[in-house]
């Protein structure tokens, strides 16, 4: 609940959602099943991949459904991943929460014909992206290549599953996911758009309509003349975890924000008053400040 309630209602709300539910079924496979993961595999495979499912892999936080003959390394990268992601997003660890279902194709030819029977797109439609996720999964294939775009869509998955923060705006999201999918180093348009005080004002970032407003214009031009919005926001998460904070402050505005629907960008800007203690000129001053310094 934020802004956070008087301890004695916060206890009040605690005592009731101890006490509301009881449950006596059988506990729920936080490992998934076999028949459940095969199920989920079904859901999701074409026909001719099906026939050669092999038996799930399962990492200590994700679910791999293959059919894909040699999937190890894969697999082993994996869990450096969620590493990753887990260092630049933190969440509370807890005991019961389900493997990360991750759909994995033996080539990229078959990926494609995935992502066009998921979309429902035409047979011979070009298919321009190695790996997909639809909230609760990620779909790719053994040889996509492309670490940048897996990481993107394994970040929107724990956004989405683990932090329950989908909703929000662009900025927010976007943010996160680059954060997580580029290193500080790539980011040095950005960086150097902020020294120079050629960066994009927050309240202009915040709004959906101007990432668009952005697209349109770099498809019709080739450039914008500012710096990569993604890079920009990536920079803001940064800046929000690792400032002058004191401890949980980042931790704090996730929580907060993970209750909003999406598009509600009024919310992740009254979150932000909230949890860090000032306007956004304020914010965006100390941001600019922060990532001044040599």
Known sequence: VWPAPAPELAESFATALRTCVEYSGKPRDARWS??????????????????????PVRTEHYLVLTNAPSPNAFVKKLEGYHAAIAKA??????????????????????????????HKADAQAPVGETSF???GWVATSIDAGDEHALMLDLGKQFIVVRLRAWGSNRWLRSGLRECVASKPKERVEALRAIRKGKFTPLEKLMEDAAWDAELAKQKQKGTTGEASYWDQAALWIEFLRDGPWPPQTFA????????????????????????????????????????SKP
């Open 89 to 118: 997003l933190p969440t509370e660890t807890l005991p019961g929460r389900r493997l990360l279902p991750i759909v994995l194709y033996r080539s990229s030819n078959e990926y494609e014909i995935f992502h066009r029977a998921h």
């Open 133 to 135: 996720c639809d909230y």
């Open 252 to 291: 704090r505005y996730l929580a907060a924000v993970g209750g909003l629907v999406k598009g509600d960008q009024a919310g992740v800007a009254a979150a932000l008053r909230t949890v860090y203690g000032m306007e956004l000129d304020a914010l965006q001053a100390k941001w600019v400040e922060y990532h």
């Open 34 to 55: 076999d028949e459940e993961a095969t199920a989920l595999w079904e859901r999701l495979a074409p026909p001719e991949a099906r026939r050669k499912a092999l038996k």
